[in-house]
């Protein structure tokens, strides 16, 4: 009986692996290992790692082995091990934030093997130590890079709306819709990508809407849901220049400037210097 029951729980997931991967367009298959313990290990890491109609996890708590399926089109291995680390799970390339692995259940915190984020092969001393920083300033730089174009063009986006430039503004939400359209996720790091995920539909759309009219009420009402998820974005860079976050009473909104002295985008000329300083973002 005992057999019988295991046949047809063992037929009832496989039956749902397949079900789930036929929905899945492009599909890639992959086996990795993913550190963890129980049945709510399991819970949390496929609930992570799964993504409707493009990822698709299957973890087994014995193997510690997951069978990622996943549209190859629309994500990849690192995107799937990276949700699954932000929710405290380790895996061979990405180490869960130790703050986050500390909330598990007592159950589910697994032996952490020790592991570095960067692997450097056949260098030795301080030369690997010298090349191992190179790499993590090469990173950082590419990251800065394209995250820094899509600032950009935000603020310059904001100073078209404070000079009350709809034609303008019109052509910088173009370029910043360039901008978005340029970033690779693959090269964020774990924080910036976790935020890029969240808001990149709105950003987009905020972006091309802005960019499609130059009816400057239209586009100053776009502004605002684009400054805020603008605002997530800059939080989680952690940006070496100050960024002032302002807020315009009058609109119950804010915006993003380089510079401290306010400069109303929402009215212009007609209320230039209306609203104040809410929060000063630094590294």
């Known amino acids: 009986m005992k057999l019988l029951k295991k046949t047809m729980m063992a037929i009832l997931l496989l039956l749902s692996i397949v079900v789930s991967n036929a929905q899945i367009k492009n599909a890639k298959t992959e086996t ?28 087994n708590a014995d193997t510690k082995m997951a069978v990622l399926t996943y549209d190859s089109k629309i ?19 990405f180490l869960a934030p130790e703050a986050v692995y500390s909330k598990l259940s007592g159950c589910c915190q697994y032996d952490r093997i020790a ?23 090469n990173h950082s730089k590419t990251t800065e890079s394209q995250l820094k174009s899509v600032f950009d063009n935000y603020f310059l986006l904001k100073d078209a709306l404070v000079k009350t430039d709809g034609n303008t503004a019109s052509l910088k939400a173009n370029d910043l819709l360039s901008a978005i359209n340029a970033v690779k996720m693959e090269t964020l790091n774990v924080d910036e990508h976790l935020v890029w995920m969240k808001v990149l539909k709105d950003l987009t759309a905020d972006a091309k809407n802005i960019s499609e009219t130059q009816d400057i009420k239209k586009q100053r009402e776009l502004f605002k849901s684009l400054s805020k998820n603008t605002y997530e974005l800059i939080k989680a860079s952690k940006l070496s220049e100050a960024i002032y976050y302002q807020y315009c009473p009058m609109q119950d909104a804010n915006w993003l400037s380089k510079e401290n002295a306010v400069k109303n985008p929402y009215y212009g000329s007609q209320m230039l210097s209306c609203g104040k300083i809410v929060e000063t973002i630094k590294q």
């Open 115 to 137: 592991k570095v984020p960067v692997k450097v092969d056949a260098i030795s001393g301080a030369d690997k130590s010298e090349h191992s920083e190179m790499n993590m300033s």
């Open 32 to 59: 990795v290992k993913i550190f963890g313990n129980c049945g709510m290990c399991k819970a949390t890491i496929e609930k992570a790692g799964n993504l409707k109609n493009s990822a698709s996890v299957d973890w």
């Open 75 to 93: 994500t990849n291995q690192d995107e799937i091990l990276k949700r699954i680390a932000l929710s405290g799970y380790d895996s061979d390339k």
